[in-house]
């Protein structure tokens, strides 16, 4: 039998008995992702969008409740927009840009995110992690209508991993019982005490915070506004921090620091929850939606491609909240894993474009690790020097504004920029560092809509103020994407700076590749071979 | 580069001058004064290079040599 480890808050997937159950044989897949969360199935959805056929294991039947994550930094909507679930998720989200650090009962300063214009997305939404999820499923019943070959078998619950060399064996726990599968490639979704990466024996390193925190997500109608509030030693909550931001359908977040000595039963008993929210907000009727109480760790794997088995997000790395890097990273995981496992699958690229992914992502992973520690060793000192170091900022910043810019209540979370990965090409040190080799392609109107729009999910040639050939290699073209930056600044600044001209190879995750001013003949077939990972093609 | 030569003019004034900043302080508030006081020449000096120079002499001199 499976075990219900938590309660759903949309049955999207319900049980329903597999035609592989009933023979003898274990059907063979070519992709199997263990874990139907928001990683897990942004994966099967970019796989099966190019036309991969795939199989998510999830062990409940819908999504659970409970909104964990709440920030959806810019490129999660731009990869979802490439998806084709941005949309819904922006509609439904709410936008913030200011945010106000209190001491005490007073405000420290406040801050604008001072979103860039020219860009599509906004720099953050917030919306309910339940919400996130169900417009990916959604988005995957739309394309499954479609023909995109994407199976989800709810109240699946793998029990056993098996590597065998050209594939892996897999047994799956059912309502009717076990039953066995196997797959060419095995992608490990399953949060982060990964049961995969248990059964595989595999490690998971970082570091523990001794401390709790407290999350209470209230319903409340408040003419707040839409704002992030951090505290820190406020009066109803001494000591400690608390932060306040607000959610879709009148619904705020509310997340107490607590400190590590605590009785985690007691105090998420809704009238100790409701004591500290009234202590907080004394005039405004508030009704309890959901609580629980955390800790973190930041900790991380050592490798995320064991052969054959790939391990992406929370399963992968963990981060504290602080930030907001889980999800957002794990998204960054599946963009970054699932042309290349296409392309291996479609015979056009080698495995070791697989092993790029493992390079790229954890230095990526390491990123958030660095600034999600130290979000945490500002939020919660260990020391009292720390301690002492961490008030004197606080006790500047309302007069100093240098000291603003210490004050750490989480550094949200931007795209990593693959600098140094095997994969990039040539770069011209004349164009912007910005959009350099390695970078995510940053948004920008265009003559023709959305840059992020035009280049979509394949290899393609950016070509501003300037024309070259599709150029092809192993089978796979990229494509020229010609624009005029006449007219468009934006788009001028940040992809030529003052350069007349530029041609940037991109990579399907749209990432860049390699750039030139004035690429040589045979330069972009050979830049596109090495982000094929065949840089041997090169020579 | 750090500056490891007399660089203060006066510098009896400046040294009554930083004990008269902690007069009447408890060692705590006197902790916290120096803290805040690091932050902020820290700030001024903006160079990234220099104040690691300075954090690891200041670690090196440890008085009894302690590391
Ligand atoms: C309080 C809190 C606040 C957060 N805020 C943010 C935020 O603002 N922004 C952000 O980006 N991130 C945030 N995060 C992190 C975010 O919630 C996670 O990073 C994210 O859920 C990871 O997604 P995942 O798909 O990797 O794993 P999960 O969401 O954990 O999904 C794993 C899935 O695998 C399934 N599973 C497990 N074992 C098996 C098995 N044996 N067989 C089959 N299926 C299995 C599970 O049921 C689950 O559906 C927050 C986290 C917390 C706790």
Same mark, same amino acid.
Not at chain 1, 57 to 77: N, P, Q, W, Y
Not at chain 1, 247 to 272: C, H, M, T, Y
Not at chain 1, 507 to 533: C, E, K, S, T
Not at chain 2, 38 to 62: F, K, P, Q, S
């Given at each position: 039998?499976?075990?219900?480890?938590?309660?759903?808050?949309?049955?999207?997937?319900?049980?329903?008995?597999?035609?592989?159950?009933?023979?003898?044989?274990?059907?063979?897949?070519?992709?199997?992702?263990?874990?139907?969360?928001?990683?897990?199935?942004?994966?099967? @959805?970019?796989?099966? /969008?190019?036309?991969?056929?795939?199989?998510?294991?999830?062990?409940? =039947?819908?999504?659970?409740?409970?909104? $964990?994550?709440?920030?959806?930094?810019?490129?999660?909507?731009?990869?979802?927009?490439?998806?084709?679930?941005?949309?819904?998720?922006?509609?439904?989200?709410?936008?913030?840009?200011?945010? *106000?650090?209190? #001491?005490?009962?007073?405000?420290?300063?406040?801050?604008?995110?001072?979103?860039?214009?020219?860009?599509?997305?906004?720099?953050?939404?917030?919306?309910?992690?339940?919400?996130?999820?169900?417009?990916?499923?959604? $988005?995957?019943?739309?394309?499954?209508?479609?023909?995109?070959?994407?199976?989800? *078998?709810?109240?699946?619950?793998?029990?056993?991993?098996?590597? #065998?060399? %050209?594939?892996?064996?897999? =047994?799956?726990?059912?309502?009717?019982?076990?039953?066995?599968?196997? &797959?060419?490639?095995?992608?490990?979704?399953?949060?982060?005490?990964?049961?995969?990466?248990?059964?595989?024996?595999?490690?998971?390193?970082?570091?523990?915070?001794?401390?709790?925190?407290?999350?209470?997500?209230?319903?409340?109608?408040? %003419?707040?506004?839409?704002?992030?509030?951090?505290?820190?030693?406020?009066?109803?909550?001494?000591?400690?921090?608390?932060?306040?931001?607000?959610?879709?359908?009148?619904?705020?977040?509310?997340?107490?620091?607590?400190?590590?000595?605590?009785?985690?039963?007691?105090?998420?008993?809704? =009238?100790?929850? @409701?004591?500290?929210?009234?202590?907080?907000?004394?005039?405004?009727?508030?009704?309890?939606?959901?609580?629980?109480?955390?800790?973190?760790?930041?900790?991380?794997?050592?490798?995320?491609?064991?052969?054959?088995?790939?391990?992406?997000?929370?399963?992968?790395?963990?981060?504290?909240?602080?930030?907001?890097?889980?999800?957002?990273?794990?998204?960054?995981?599946?963009?970054?894993?699932?042309?290349?496992?296409?392309?291996?699958?479609?015979?056009?690229?080698?495995?070791?474009?697989?092993?790029?992914?493992?390079?790229?992502?954890?230095?990526?992973?390491? =990123?958030?690790?660095?600034?999600?520690?130290?979000?945490?060793?500002?939020?919660?000192?260990?020391?009292?020097?720390?301690?002492?170091?961490?008030?004197?900022?606080?006790?500047?910043?309302? *007069?100093?504004?240098?000291?603003?810019?210490?004050?750490?209540?989480? #550094?949200?979370?931007?795209?990593?920029?693959?600098?140094?990965?095997?994969?990039?090409?040539?770069? %011209?040190?004349?164009?912007?560092? *910005?959009?350099?080799?390695?970078?995510?392609?940053?948004?920008?109107?265009?003559?023709?809509?959305?840059?992020?729009?035009?280049?979509? %999910?394949?290899?393609? /040639?950016?070509? /501003?103020?300037?024309?070259?050939?599709?150029?092809?290699?192993?089978?796979?073209?990229?494509?020229?994407?010609?624009?005029?930056?006449?007219?468009?600044?934006?788009?001028?600044? $940040?992809?030529?700076?003052?350069?007349?001209? &530029?041609?940037?190879?991109?990579?399907?995750?749209?990432?860049?590749?390699?750039?030139?001013?004035?690429?040589?003949?045979?330069?972009?077939?050979?830049?596109?071979?090495?982000?094929?990972?065949?840089?041997?093609?090169?020579? | 580069?750090?500056?490891?030569?007399?660089?203060?003019?006066?510098?009896?004034?400046?040294?009554?001058?930083?004990?008269?900043?902690?007069?009447?302080?408890?060692?705590?508030?006197?902790?916290?004064?120096?803290?805040?006081?690091?932050?902020?020449?820290?700030?001024?000096?903006?160079?990234?290079?220099?104040?690691?120079?300075?954090?690891?002499?200041?670690?090196?001199?440890?008085?009894?040599?302690?590391?």
């Amino acid at each position: 039998m499976v075990a219900v480890r938590y309660k759903t808050a949309f049955q999207l997937y319900p049980y329903q008995r597999s035609p592989d159950q009933d023979l003898s044989t274990p059907v063979r897949h070519p992709v199997v992702i263990v874990g139907g969360g928001p990683v897990g199935m942004a994966l099967a @959805l970019d796989l099966g /969008l190019k036309g991969i056929r795939v199989v998510v294991l999830d062990d409940h =039947e819908g999504v659970g409740m409970g909104s $964990r994550a709440i920030c959806f930094a810019k490129r999660t909507l731009e990869i979802c927009d490439r998806l084709g679930c941005g949309q819904p998720m922006v509609d439904k989200g709410v936008v913030w840009n200011l945010g *106000r650090v209190f #001491r005490d009962t007073h405000e420290l300063y406040s801050f604008n995110l001072l979103p860039e214009d020219g860009h599509r997305r906004p720099a953050f939404i917030n919306l309910q992690q339940p919400h996130f999820e169900r417009f990916i499923v959604e $988005r995957i019943r739309e394309v499954q209508a479609r023909g995109a070959p994407i199976e989800i *078998r709810g109240v699946n619950q793998v029990i056993g991993v098996e590597p #065998r060399g %050209d594939h892996v064996a897999l =047994e799956i726990d059912t309502p009717d019982g076990p039953y066995r599968a196997e &797959a060419d490639w095995l992608v490990a979704c399953d949060g982060a005490r990964s049961p995969v990466r248990e059964m595989l024996g595999l490690g998971f390193k970082g570091r523990v915070f001794q401390d709790n925190f407290l999350i209470a997500d209230v319903r409340m109608k408040a %003419d707040f506004p839409t704002e992030r509030w951090f505290w820190f030693d406020p009066p109803f909550n001494r000591g400690q921090s608390v932060l306040l931001h607000k959610q879709p359908d009148d619904i705020w977040r509310i997340d107490f620091q607590l400190g590590w000595n605590i009785d985690r039963k007691a105090v998420v008993e809704p =009238e100790s929850v @409701l004591a500290r929210v009234r202590a907080m907000l004394p005039d405004t009727p508030v009704e309890l939606v959901w609580t629980s109480v955390y800790t973190f760790q930041c900790c991380t794997m050592e490798r995320y491609r064991h052969g054959r088995v790939f391990f992406a997000g929370d399963a992968a790395h963990q981060v504290s909240p602080f930030g907001a890097r889980g999800a957002n990273s794990g998204i960054q995981d599946v963009d970054n894993l699932a042309w290349k496992l296409a392309l291996v699958l479609r015979g056009q690229a080698g495995e070791a474009l697989l092993d790029s992914y493992d390079l790229e992502r954890r230095h990526a992973a390491e =990123e958030n690790i660095l600034n999600s520690t130290r979000s945490t060793d500002f939020i919660t000192p260990k020391t009292p020097v720390s301690r002492m170091f961490r008030d004197a900022v606080l006790d500047l910043a309302e *007069r100093a504004p240098f000291a603003r810019s210490l004050v750490n209540t989480g #550094r949200l979370s931007v795209p990593a920029v693959l600098d140094g990965s095997p994969l990039n090409g040539p770069d %011209d040190a004349a164009l912007p560092a *910005r959009t350099r080799p390695g970078a995510p392609a940053v948004d920008a109107p265009t003559e023709r809509g959305w840059l992020l729009g035009l280049l979509g %999910d394949e290899f393609r /040639l950016l070509c /501003l103020n300037t024309e070259h050939p599709a150029v092809t290699v192993g089978g796979v073209t990229a494509a020229p994407v010609q624009l005029s930056t006449e007219g468009w600044p934006h788009l001028a600044e $940040r992809w030529l700076g003052d350069a007349p001209r &530029a041609v940037c190879l991109i990579r399907p995750d749209q990432h860049v590749a390699a750039r030139w001013i004035d690429p040589a003949p045979g330069a972009v077939a050979a830049a596109l071979a090495r982000a094929m990972g065949l840089a041997d093609a090169e020579a | 580069m750090l500056k490891l030569d007399p660089n203060l003019p006066d510098p009896d004034g400046f040294y009554a001058e930083l004990l008269a900043a902690h007069e009447g302080l408890t060692e705590a508030e006197s902790h916290a004064l120096n803290a805040r006081l690091v932050l902020i020449l820290a700030n001024h000096i903006g160079d990234r290079a220099v104040l690691a120079e300075a954090l690891t002499l200041a670690r090196e001199t440890a008085a009894g040599g302690r590391r």
